[in-house]
């Protein structure tokens, strides 16, 4: 799928407002509401849209920990790999997951209300005998940058400008 400019505003005014309403979104981005609602529904139909969400602020939430967890699996086998991505899915508590290449196997973002509770989850992990050999715990201190809106025009580009 090509995008031009239009298309790629809507996505950049999402990353940052996913509540826009339509209408606040057309004028935005300088189109009628008809065909900008259109424009919408052709990048949600491609998959270009995953989804809406909120940023939540879990400190006025609740107390909680953010741990990053670079893990390595005992055997890479194709069926090991899949049997440790379907585990990840079981564990609320793993709120992003990603495999990598080189050194790692796995970084897994895991958000507990403390560390005792991080560490049960741990252990649970390493009972349930789901591949997890070794892992290395890197405790979040303090957000520096969250979640922020994509760099559109570093990723595309030229393609960015049409």
């Known amino acids: 799928m090509i995008l031009d400019k239009r298309d790629i505003q809507i996505l950049s005014v999402l990353t940052q407002e996913g509540r826009i309403t339509k209408a606040a979104l057309a004028e935005r981005i300088g189109l009628s509401p008809t065909p900008c609602w259109e424009r919408l529904k052709k990048l949600e139909k491609a998959g270009l849209i995953d989804g809406y969400g909120a940023r939540i602020n879990l400190k006025k939430l609740a107390p909680h920990v953010t741990v990053f967890v670079a893990a390595e699996i005992a055997d890479h086998t194709a069926a090991?790999?899949?049997?440790?991505?379907?585990?990840?899915?079981?564990?609320?508590?793993?709120?992003?997951?990603?495999?990598?290449?080189?050194?790692?196997?796995?970084?897994?973002?895991?958000?507990?209300?403390?560390?005792?509770?991080?560490?049960?989850?741990?252990?649970?992990?390493?009972?349930?005998?789901?591949?997890?050999?070794?892992?290395?715990?890197?405790?979040?201190?303090?957000?520096?940058?969250?979640?922020?809106?994509?760099?559109?025009?570093?990723?595309?580009?030229?393609?960015?400008?049409?």
Request: aromatic share 14%.
């Open 80 to 162: 090991s790999f899949r049997a440790f991505e379907a585990a990840m899915s079981r564990y609320d508590e793993v709120v992003a997951c990603w495999a990598l290449g080189g050194g790692f196997d796995y970084l897994l973002q895991i958000v507990t209300r403390d560390i005792d509770a991080y560490q049960r989850l741990i252990d649970e992990m390493l009972d349930a005998r789901i591949g997890l050999s070794r892992y290395f715990t890197y405790i979040v201190t303090k957000p520096v940058k969250g979640q922020a809106g994509l760099p559109f025009d570093v990723l595309l580009g030229e393609q960015s400008g049409s």
